[in-house]
């Protein structure tokens, strides 16, 4: 690692010594804050295009199972070995867009540009446009923070720069996961990225420095080139539709290889005549000392060979939990009139009008007063509906006080509530009918009174089409997920969530299989924007707001999981034997618990137990 | 089904080598084979960046199933080509196998239909 921070940091001085176009160097307290500053550094406008020796060996046109050189952990190994290329036609992955680093690698045209405030002419921004995947990137220059951690994550990031002398520095955080490199080794979403830009006359050396918790043992250092183009190339479209590819197959289904098994691990180790130890990645295959450990030819090839299989201690969650712990209700639009309120517990998604709010889930309830207050400033109209998409207490634990803070008019004064006094003087409460049951039996507090039982539940409501829909045998057998059509926001309760595995309750009748098909039908009514960017926009249970990407990765681990504990089944494995193979190694670093209330084998016992003995009704959507 | 195992072709590795800007072709195909098939169109997706036929084949005991064929993209093909292959087309595609058996899978050599029409990448052949 030394060497490549000295070679960082003489590319730094040199960019800051020897540019062509070096200007007075820019931001200065002076410069006013907010405003961004009034000289820029180096300029880096213009149409470029990538070093083409550099892309090579780092695109998508990379060799399988070629991970040398970076200080992936053994997690991403094994991510990477059950990667097949044949990943990429399932629908969702067709037209993944590019993180950045990898964002320069993309063997096409680039263009660079500066966007200043009219008034001031002040450096609001610069903007990065990749051709490939369509990257439009904006580095905001005025001073703006970043995003609170509850906020969507996209592949181009949130990016905030600033001028090191003549070098512009760009830090990146709100990635979506991505490639390191499109053979398998991926970039969580937890990463930040942080590039260096020195101009040298007609190039520009973009150094940047990947630093990802989840997938990497140390920063990873990653170089490119861009050229100067003296023309633009008037070509920078690249459109991406994605379809049906593989004929036929069912949404399921997500190629992967099971640990052990991928027959092209030793492929690329010997084309090139290397030991496998140094084609499997990891941070001593950065170093010079990689030759001793190579040196005993037997020896090396047991190392890698382990290397291959789960091992090591059990690994927990290494992605910061987005939830705010403050003690305050944080309030944030997803789109249209569509909020999150994150602070208490689950999620709590609102939509406000003309009519009043409809609030689904309630949180915990520690915080009701407050989640009431932030309600209140979002809609001078009292709340008329709750929906709650499971009985557990950490989304339900608000009913009492918000049902109790609302009204129904559209009970109170009907021709059917006349002779019943108090009817509608509070919030109605709708959920799936076993949700209900569970609350009335556990004795939890405001069990709703609405209730729909196979068949979706829908209102016109604020002028918007809100439709809530049964997803049987998901987490448990009372799950349902709610459509705010006109806003496309789709809160998924606890079927997804981005903290930790889904909380599959087979006591309560919750399975793997019905928790995939509930992914999977709400994959059927998302849409992108762009390249899997936007569009219908997802509140999870748990976690940050995210849209489709997010759930299609979801969706791919459980299948993935599922496919890996079928196999140990098939195989007569006992769950003490599935448990010991590890089948979640890859996802723990991002999801795992070994403590608290859903811990990682508590999970694995609940795919083994829901695939031995699935309920009758998990395929009933 | 009709499925031959040919000679390579240089003409795959030099496609290879050229339009592999979104995924892999080396890491997706087996780009070192080249196999054919013969079969009915069932359906021609033109899209971007990957066009893709869908071909029903049938083997020797009359078994059907549909190989998934991928080709260049809708901007490369959405010339004569789009409006000359229609579902119902009998065809003979070579082109290099996928890696993964169960994707029943080729990546788009060359295409030649009944009625003598060709497309690919062998010398004097021409995309669209």
Known sequence: MKTIYLLVGALLVAGATIGAQVQTPGASPENG???????????????????QLVTESQTAAGDLADFGGIPLNDAARMYALSWPASRQTVKQHQCMGYVTPYFWYA???????????????????????GQIAQGDRTVYMDGRPHPPAYAPHTFAGFSTGEYQGNTLTVTTTHLKRGWI?????????????????????????VLAVIDDPVYLTEPLSKASMLVRMAKDPDAWLYPCDDSEQIFGRKSDVVPNHLFGQNPYAREYA?????????????????????????????AA???????????????VSRAPDPTPKDGEIHTMRVSGEVYLLAGDGANIAVQVGPQGAFVVDTGSGKLADKVIAAIAKLSAKPIQFILNTTFRPDHTGGNAKLQM????????GSFFSMQFQGAGLAATIISQLNTQSRMVEQKLPAPPSDTFAEDRRRKYYNGEAVEAFPMPNATTDGDSIVHFRRADVIVAGDIFTTTEYPHIDTKNGGSLQGEINALNFILDRTVYIHDEDGGTM?????GRVTDEWEVAEYRDMLVIIRDRVQAMIKAGATLQQTLASRPTFDYDVRYGATSGPWTTNMFVEAVYTSLKNPPKTENAR | MKRTLMLLFPTALLLASTLSAHHSFSATYDTGKTVSI???????????????????VKDKEGKVAVYNVEWAAAGQLNGTIASSIKAGDLVTISGNPGRDPADLRLRMVNIKRTDGQSWGFDPGQVVN
């Open chain 1, 405 to 412: 803070a609302g009204a129904d008019p559209s009970v109170t």
């Open chain 1, 33 to 51: 804050a907010g405003l961004g500053p009034m000289v820029a550094g180096t300029d880096l406008s213009g149409s470029w295009r990538p070093q």
């Open chain 1, 538 to 542: 997802i509140i999870p249970g748990h």
């Open chain 2, 38 to 56: 013969e079969g009915k169109v069932v359906q021609f997706l033109l899209r971007n960046p990957h066009s893709f036929l869908h071909i029903e």
């Open chain 1, 181 to 205: 490199k499109a053979n398998g080794v991926p970039q969580s979403d937890a990463t930040t990225v942080v590039e260096h830009f020195v101009r040298h006359g007609d190039n520009i050396t």
């Open chain 1, 270 to 298: 010997d084309r090139r005549k290397l030991p496998l130890l140094a084609a499997l990645g990891g941070v001593e295959t950065m170093y010079p000392e990689l030759a001793n450990a190579i040196r005993d030819t037997t």
């Open chain 1, 301 to 315: 090839e047991n190392l890698a060979k382990a290397r291959m299989m789960p091992s090591g201690p059990p690994a």
């Open chain 1, 107 to 129: 063997p096409a045209n680039y263009r660079i540009w500066e966007e200043r405030d009219p008034f001031t002419q002040r450096l609001v921004s610069w903007r990065f446009y």
